[in-house]
């Protein structure tokens, strides 16, 4: 089981840049596809970002693809969403989460962090 801790949300303006960091402990993250999601208040959970460490291929969704950076650092076993561009649309409750097959599918993740609030006023 691999336990994971976001970190790094807050209030931003427009147009603005965060750095969202997850804190994986258990496993090391290189075997296993990390991704990022997001929960708007009333609505789905919604993919975000997803790399395949072994492979080394991210996957972006359509809406924060040249905006948003996945990254990590194996030596600190951590795993960052930078997010530069940001819009209101943007605020949500951002959450970590990894499995071992990949995928934009929420629900093909079994391990999954707290979230972090990211609210981007305009």
């Known amino acids: 089981q691999v336990q994971l801790v976001e970190s790094g949300g807050g209030l931003v303006q427009a147009g603005g840049s965060l750095r969202l960091s997850c804190a994986a402990s258990?496993?090391?993250?290189?075997?296993?596809?990390m991704g990022w999601f997001r929960q708007a208040p009333g609505k789905e959970r919604e993919f975000v970002a997803a790399?395949?460490?072994?492979?080394?291929?991210?996957d972006y969704a359509g809406s924060v693809k040249g905006r948003f950076t996945i990254s990590g650092d194996n030596a600190k076993n951590t795993v960052y969403l930078q997010m530069n561009g940001l819009k209101p649309e943007d605020t949500a409750v951002y959450y970590c989460?990894?499995?071992?097959?990949?995928?934009?599918?929420?629900?093909?993740?079994?391990?999954w962090g707290r979230g972090t609030q990211v609210t981007v006023s305009s």
């Open positions: 790399m395949r460490w072994s492979i080394g291929i991210a």
């Open positions: 989460a990894c499995n071992k097959i990949g995928g934009s599918n929420w629900y093909d993740y079994d391990s």
């Open positions: 258990g496993r090391t993250f290189s075997t296993y596809t």
